[in-house]
């Protein structure tokens, strides 16, 4: 050791006191939580204004004007009912598949963890790239899957063009997306599972039906609750995905609450009644939580109760 070394003064540690250290801890996601706050409460304050971008000399409050303009408004509901159509939809067919999927592969072998793993392939892709993929491959004049529909008998299948066809068009791009996460979620429940059970069942020689419907499915109810909370939130908040192919149409088709204030805001320059929309999807989305996180304590009290 050099004399250099020996001589020098003690380095000062900063000390936190053990009083203050849960709040230092804690400031990282208090100033997260502020981060989000600030936004939301000015769209809060914008969805309580009439508020044009084209016309700031007009602006002024009118406090809930523009959330009692909507209950005459065809456009608004029309809205809320393809929100929640594609919502329902598209998380009721990728829970049957993610469900079937995983119970299929949930023996554990190196075939079926290949096979989950390049499943998950979709999941990485980003939305709307995704959807930008599946536009061109239904597109009526070039594209794959219009060759295959005329190939199978169905001409002029116009996929996201038709106005009859373009919700089915949009779930299945969000199914394909989106049922790998549902997939991985449930099957790692699956594998979880307590083995005593099942066991008992074999023994005994009870029906598969009656061992899913009886054992597996109880036990995987706060699996199936998390991914559809998950999935729920997501797709009623979905833009990505329908803008990319759509951006809404064609007409009022897919004009989701995403693309209505986006619409809104960037071609109409109305904020306030963007800012209500967004401030309604906000609502929904906190209702269907609560209903789902309420559900999913019940369950888990009533689980704990009967261990």
Do not use: H
Not at 14 to 33: D, G, H, N, T
Not at 45 to 70: D, K, T
Not at 118 to 138: R, S
Request: one cysteine or more.
């Amino acid at each position: 050791m050099s004399d250099a070394t020996i001589g020098a003064p003690p380095r000062r540690r900063f000390k936190v006191s053990r009083r203050m250290l849960p709040y230092v801890l804690s400031l990282p996601a208090l100033l997260v939580c502020i981060g989000i706050l600030i936004p939301f409460f000015t769209a809060v304050l914008y969805s309580l204004q009439r508020y044009r971008l084209s016309q700031p000399w007009a602006r002024e409050y009118n406090w809930g004007q523009n959330y009692l303009n909507f209950m005459s408004d065809a456009s608004f509901w029309n809205t809320l009912k393809v929100s929640l159509t594609y919502a329902f939809c598209a998380v009721g067919i990728e829970l049957l598949l993610g469900l079937g999927i995983a119970l299929l592969l949930q023996k554990r072998t190196r075939f079926n963890n290949f096979v989950s793993i390049m499943l998950l392939m979709p999941l990485m892709t980003a939305p709307a790239l995704a959807a930008l993929m599946w536009k061109l491959m239904t597109n009526p004049g070039f594209g794959i899957l219009s060759y295959f529909a005329d190939f199978l008998g169905f001409t002029d299948f116009n996929w996201a063009s038709d106005p009859q066809t373009a919700m089915l068009t949009v779930v299945i791009v969000d199914v394909w997306v989106y049922t790998p996460f549902i997939m991985i979620l449930l099957l790692a429940g699956l594998r979880s599972l307590p083995q005593q059970p099942f066991e008992a069942a074999a023994l005994d020689g009870v029906p598969r039906w009656f061992v899913f419907y009886r054992i597996t499915l109880p036990m995987l109810t706060p699996f199936l609750l998390t991914a559809v909370l998950f999935r729920m939130i997501e797709s009623i908040q979905q833009f990505d995905i329908i803008y990319a192919m759509t951006q809404g149409g064609p007409g009022d088709a897919l004009t989701v609450f995403q693309v209505e204030a986006y619409l809104n805001f960037f071609q109409s320059t109305n904020v306030g009644r963007s800012a209500a929309l967004m401030m309604i999807l906000w609502a929904i989305t906190y209702f269907l939580s609560s209903i789902f996180i309420k559900n999913w304590l019940r369950l888990r009290e009533r689980q704990r109760g009967d261990a």
